[in-house]
C-alpha cells in the first residue's frame, strides 16, 4: 500500500510540475490554432532584436513567405469591429495564399482576463487587439513586441497618426502598436433636437458660444414632477462623462493634472473644474442622485428620453440604432463650449493592434497589422465597419473622411476637434484611476457631500498612491 | 519442512491486487483532478499573496514571480492592518469591504432563519396535497440564476421605473423616486438602504435551500414526542418552543453555518445590482478581490485579501458550531 501511496505522490508532483511548464506551450498549438507551429519557416524564429529597416525578411507584402503560415488574432467580442477585421483579413489572405488568418474572440471582460493568463504562460495568439491605455502595462512586463521599423518608425508614427491614440502605444520612447480609432468622450453632446425645437433650445444649431448659453438651452429641457427630476437637460454624471470632463477642463482651464511623474490636481484650475461641474449641478440640468452610472446611465437614459442632452462618445449610435431609430433620427452631436482659447481634451488612445513578444511568425503578424491600421484606405474600411473615428491624420480629412460623414454624419463635429485631443497621460492602472478614484468622488462632490477642496485632495492622494 | 522464503511482492501482487488496482485506477483519476483543479490554484493563490504580482507583468523565470514581480513577504498583511485615515484606497477599501461582508452576513443569516424556519413549520402544517405546490414555489428562485434575478431585483428597485416606487407612489398620491440602490444619504440605523436592498433580492433567491432543508427536518422528528406533549397538554407554540426548535439544534447549526458562508461568498447579485455602490455601501469582500486582480491588476493584493478572507469564514464556521453545539439525539 505505501508503494501505492509513493506511486500517487509521484504522478501528483508531475501533474503539478507539468502543469507549471504548461505555459511552454506556443501559441500555434493551442486548439484554436489549425496549423502547427513546425509548419513555421526557420528563418521566421522570434529574434529578440528588431529586424532593421534595410532587411529583406520585414517587409513580406514584397516577398510573402512561400510556406504556409497560421497567424492567430486575439480580439473582444463587438460585432462591428469584428466585421470589419473580417473583411480586411479576407482581402490580406487572397493577397497572401500562404497566410491563414484565424480569429479567436472574447467577451470584453473574459478577453482582460484571458490576456492576463494567457500571457504569462505564453499561450497568447500573435496579433493582440489592444486598447490604447492597457498597452505600456502589458509592454513593460515584456509580453508585446515591439513595432519594427520596417513597419514604421516612431517619428513617422507620430507624423501619421493623431497625438491621442499614438499616445497610449508610446512607452518609454518605444511603439508597441498601432492604433486603429480615436476613442473620444468629450467634446460634444448629443442633443435631442425636435425636444430642443419644441421647447425653444435652438443654441445648438448654430453652437452655443459660452456656457451660460448652453445652461439656458439646457434648463429649458428639463422636466421635473413633484419635485422629482424626470428628465435631465444635461445628463454629464455618468463614469466616462465625468473622468474625462474633469481631465479636459483642467487643461482646458491651462492646468496639467500630470507633472513630473506626480498627479497634480489641487490646483486653480482643479477648483475651476469643479466649480463648473457643480454649477450645472445648482442649475438643476441633472440630479446626480437620479442619474449615474449606476442609475440612468447617459446612454440608456437619452434615448429613452430621460434625458435631452448627454454627454457620451459617438459609439453609442451604432449601438442603439436598432432598437431606437426615430430617436437616433432627431439625435444631432453639437460642440460643447470651451472655457480655454482651444478647446482641448483628455483622450484614452483608442483600439489597436499589437504583437505578442512571444509570436513565431513577427513578421507576418507585423505585415498584417500593417496592412489594416496603416494602409489609409484599409484603415477608412475598418472605421466605416466599426464606427470609429480615424487615428490616421490622412484620413481625418480628405476624401476618407468625406466617406465616414457620409456614412456617419454625427461624425462630422468630432473630426474637427480630434486634433485637440491630448492622451490622457500613462498611468499604472488608468482605470482604476477613472472608475475607482475620479468618478466617485466627483460624484461624492456633486451629490453634495464633499467640499471642492476635500475632493481634489482625496483624488490626488489616491491617484499618486497608485503610482 | 522449511517454510518457504517470503516471495518480494509488487505493487499489485498478494491477495488484495484486484483491491489495489481497482483503487489506483477510481482513485487516481480523481487525485489527479484534484490535484490540478484544486490543489495547485490553492498553492498558487497562497502563493502569489507574498508577492506583488501582475499577470501583465513577464516577472521571473519560475511563473513569472520574481523580478517584476518581486516578493514582499508579509507588505500586503502588514498593509491591511493599516487603520489611518492617509492609508492607501485600496487598503481603505479593504477596510470597508470587510465590514459590509460582516454586516451583510450578520444581517442574512438571522433574516434567512427566521423567515425560513417558521415557513417550513407552516407548509409542514397544511394539508399534504398543498406541500409540493408550496415547496416548490418556494424553491423556484433557487433555480432562476443569481444574475437574472439581480436584474429583476434592480428593476423592482429602479428610481423612476421601479415597480416599488410605483406603489409607494400609488399610495403617496404623488411621485416617488427613490434611488434604493443608488442614494449613498439613505441608511436606516446607520446601515445603507442599498445593502438592505440586496439583502432583499439575496434572500429571496437564497431561501429556498433552507425551506427544504427545514422540511426535511421536521418530517424526521419522531411524532410520538409531539403526541407525548399533546397529551401533556403543551399547545402548539410551547410545542414549537420545546420540542421542535430544541430538537431542529442540529439542522439549525447546518443551515446558519451553511447561510453564512453562502452569505460571506455573495458577488454575482451585488455585483450586477450595484457593483458595490454607492461609495462602497455594497462593496463585498469577494467584489473587492475579484475587482484587484480582475480588473486593476493586482493579484497578489487580491490573493492576500482573499486568503484572510477564508481564515475570517474558518473561524466564524468553527465559532458558530461550537456556540450552537447540541448534544440533542432523537
Redesign the interface.
Known sequence: ?K??LV??TV??LA??AL??CG?KATPTQAPAAEKPAAEQPKAEQPKAEQPKAEEPTAAPTQAPPAEKVTLRVWTHQNNAFNEGYQALADKYMADHPNVEITFETFDY?AY??TL??A??AGTEADVLQMFGSWVC??A????LDVVPESVITLDDAQAKIMAAPIGGYICDDKLYGIPQEFNIEYGAVLVNTQLADEKGATGYKDGWADWDEFIQDAKKLVET??G???RAGFNFTAADGIATMFHSLILQYGGQYLQDGQYKVTTPEGQKTLALMKRFIDEGLVDP??F?D???WVGDSYFEG?SAIGLVGPWVIPEYSGDYPDMVKVTQYVRLPSVGEEPLFAAASGWGLTVSANSKVKDVAWDFVKFVTLNADNATEWNLASGTLPALKDNVSGDNAKKLVEQFPYFEPFLDLLQYGRFEGHFP?R??VWY??TY?EVL?FL?G?ATADETLKTIE??VN??F | MSPSPPQPRGLFSGRDRSIKIFLAVTVVPLVLYMAFWTLFPLIWGFALAFFEYSPRRAGGPILGLGGANPYVGLAHFQAMLNFSSDAPKHVRQFHTALKVTIIFAMLVVPLNLSITLPLAVLIESIHQRLKPLFRTTFFLPVLAPAVGVAIMWGFIFHPQRGLLNAILGKLAGHLVAINWLGDPKLTVFGIPVALFAVIVAYIWQDMGYNLVIFIAALQSIPPNLKEAARIDGANAWQMFWKITIPLLMPTILLASVLTMISAFQVFDIIQVMTDGGPRGQTQVLLLHIYNYAFRYQKMGWAAAVALVFFVLVLVISIIQSRFLRTQWEY
Open positions: 500500500m508503494k501505492l506511486v500517487i504522478l501528483l501533474v503539478l502543469s507549471a505555459g471582460d482582460i482576463q492576463q493568463t500571457m504569462p502595462s502589458y513593460e512586463g515584456g509580453n414632477q413633484d422629482v427630476m424626470t442622485v437620479l449615474n449606476e442609475e440612468n430621460t492602472d482605470d482604476f475607482e478614484v466617485p461624492n451629490q457631500n492622494d489616491a498612491g497608485s
